[in-house]
Structure formats: C-alpha cells, structure tokens
C-alpha cells in the first residue's frame, strides 16, 4: 500500500508539473498548482484502494492519475475576459412584445389553470 500512495502522488506532481509547464498563463499560483496534484492523486489513489482491494495496483494509479486530472482542470481559468463568449438567451435578449406602446399591461397574460374534471367530486 506504501508503495501505491507513493506512486501515486508521484504521478500527481508529475502530472501537475507537466500542466503547469505547458498552461502557465492560465493557471493561479505555482505553489498551489503542484501542491493540488499529488495531494488529489493521493486522495483518489486511496479511494480506489479502498473500493478495489488489494491486487489492482494499475487500475488505481490509473483513478489517482484521473481524479489528479479532474482537480487540476478546476484551477484552469478563462484566457481574458475578451475571450468569453457568452451565449444569449433567445427568449430573454427580444424583451417584451412591442404592443399598445410597450406597456406591460399590453403584455398578455395566460389565464389561471382550472383543475381537471377527475379532481371534482364523484
């Protein structure tokens, strides 16, 4: 079990320095960075453990090396703010109808719900 835990975080700092050499710009400090990768890669290397049993020394580097990944691309941030695309809303950018000079009481409003026939007494 030492053994895995070792090999584990040891995946998790390298795959940590590895993203942080190659996506330096869009991620927060360094120090945070390698410190997330072997720690997340431990927690899922020991979790994996405990779900397999002893024996699956490849399948739980392997979910350590994954749950290293999935927390890493968590402290990814956006490029700038010039490289958001915000999507619009098709139903919310039209605004309201345009009738009897744009007023709301020109908007119409549905009527309330009566209840079904099989709600009323028998």
């Given at each position: ?21 190659r ?5 927060p ?38 749950v290293?990944?999935a927390?890493l ?50």
């Open positions: 079990m030492f053994w895995e835990a070792l090999g584990s975080a040891a995946l998790g700092l390298a795959l940590a320095y590895a993203v942080d050499r996506c330096a710009a869009r991620l400090d360094r120090r945070l960075v390698l410190a997330t990768g072997p720690v997340a890669a431990l927690v899922g290397g020991l979790i994996a453990r405990t779900v397999l049993g002893p024996g699956h020394v490849v399948v739980t580097l392997v979910c350590a090396l994954g290293s990944a927390l691309s968590l402290l990814f941030r956006d490029e700038g703010p010039g490289h958001r695309q915000w999507r619009k809303d098709p139903l919310r950018a039209s605004g309201p109808p345009r009738g009897n000079g744009g007023s709301a009481a020109a908007v119409r409003r549905p009527a309330p719900a009566r209840p079904s026939a099989s709600y009323g007494p028998r």
